[in-house]
């Protein structure tokens, strides 16, 4: 298995501002998946993230938004940049091993 | 695009009833998983299951492929098993289409 850890737990933050999200498995992965979750509703994928290269995005989510970092095989970071209402929610990292995907706690954020 | 629809949205048991759950997949299926989501917000993968039967525990999974269906089997329900239960389809390299979820109550 792996674990995967997520910092902070939850943030608030103002409108306009940026922040990060980090990301750390305890094992090294090949690709980090980041997901949002609104409130009562069902998980979205964002984008797809592999060591050495530039993550790639669904559609509805941009680079310009939601710039990803993966520098390493265990760590990636999540920037949410001009942060507004809207994205208040709660943003998951997910990887893969073996047959199973696997969670951080996840990190709520609410934008004010 | 590809959908997943999970049913039902909700659902109240008693203690020690069973809950069959349902999704269904609008495209032909690669893989799929059953996760439970807990009302924290963690998830953990109860089943990988791209066909067939799996068994744990209380919980067991059924995929027919051809179908284009995966079911979810909660037997004596316990209250510890409160929370939304998710199933997703991989798309391909491991990227999940979610559906929205069952909310179950479990009540003593």
Known sequence: SVLLYQKPNRDICQSGTSLKIQCVADSQVVSMFWYQQFQEQSLMLMATANEGSEATYESGFTKDKFPISRPNLTFSTLTVNNARPGDSSIYFCSSQFQDTQYFGPGTRLLVL | ????????????????????????????????????????????????????????????????????????????????????????????????????GTRLKVIA
């Open chain 2, 1 to 100: 695009g590809q959908q997943v629809q999970q049913s039902p949205a909700s659902l109240v048991l008693q203690e020690g009833e069973n809950a069959e759950l349902q999704c269904n997949f609008s495209t032909s299926l690669n893989s799929m998983q059953w996760f439970y989501q807990r009302p924290g917000g963690s998830l953990v993968s109860l089943f990988y299951n791209p066909s067939g039967t799996k068994q744990s525990g209380r919980l067991t999974s059924t995929t027919v492929i051809k179908e284009r269906r995966s079911s979810l089997h909660i037997s004596s329900s316990q209250t510890t098993d409160s929370g939304t239960y998710l199933c997703a389809m991989d798309t391909g390299n491991y990227k999940y289409v979610f559906g929205a």
